[in-house]
């Protein structure tokens, strides 16, 4: 089975710009979670969609938005860029596991804002 | 506030011997806790998890241990091999299905 697969790998924008990064979440797997890793705060969670419905969300600002597909693939948006959004996007999708609600990533997005 | 903390942010072993990651927690609401292992420019890759409910879970060379009286869990790797070398990242979740990371634990594994 394909694992999770995300695209673009690698972005560069500039500030002002926006950026849409893309997620295909493991054959199956309804939920696509994205999460932000940043050296300074470490992986940080943003929001969560399952069937096509944002189901929670994380302490990010407005500019920062998604939406999920009937398929379950998932797109985030970040609009109006700033220096510090630059980080390494990661999305997960989620299925039940013997102990826990497992989550299993794709490989991130590494943009970087100029 | 950072409810997943791991304290030790590198850890360096002989291979053969014992690593012992740890994690301590301040949310009494999580219901399960994962471990996950990244290599640099790629996403984490799970490795092991424990119900709340349990104390210990075991699988080939990983073992979790849960303390929920301390709020503390441990990943034990035995024996440690130079391939484990990576960040380990312990990670919490409850009902609403979020995780919350601790910042890692940077392994280095010497032969």
């Known amino acids: 089975k394909a694992g999770v697969t995300q695209t673009p790998r690698y972005l560069i924008k500039t500030r002002g710009q926006q950026v849409t990064l893309s997620c295909s979440p493991i054959s199956g797997h309804r939920s696509v979670s994205w999460y932000q890793q940043t050296p300074g705060q470490g992986l940080q969670f943003l929001f969560e969609y399952f069937s096509e419905t944002q189901r929670n969300k994380g302490n990010f600002p407005g500019r920062f938005s998604g939406r999920q597909f009937s398929n379950s693939r998932s797109e985030m948006n970040v609009s109006t860029l700033e220096l510090g959004d630059s980080a390494l996007y990661l999305c997960?999708?989620?299925?039940?596991?013997?102990?826990?609600?497992?989550?299993?990533f794709g490989p991130g997005t590494r943009l970087l804002v100029l | 506030d950072q409810q997943v903390k791991q304290n030790s942010p590198s850890l360096s072993v002989q291979e053969g011997r014992i690593s012992i990651l740890n994690c301590d927690y301040t949310n009494s609401m999580f219901d399960y806790f994962l471990w996950y292992k990244k290599y640099p420019a790629e996403g984490p890759t799970f490795l092991i998890s424990?119900?709340?409910?349990?104390d210990k879970n075991e699988d080939g060379r990983f073992t979790v241990f849960l303390n929920k009286s301390a709020k503390h869990l441990s990943l034990h790797i035995v024996p440690s091999q130079p391939g484990d070398s990576a960040v380990y990242f312990c990670a919490a979740g409850g009902s609403n299905y979020k995780l919350t990371f601790g910042k890692g634990t940077l392994l280095t594994v010497n032969p």
């Open positions: 997960a999708s989620r299925r039940r596991g013997v102990e826990a609600e497992t989550q299993y």
């Open positions: 424990i119900s709340s409910i349990k």
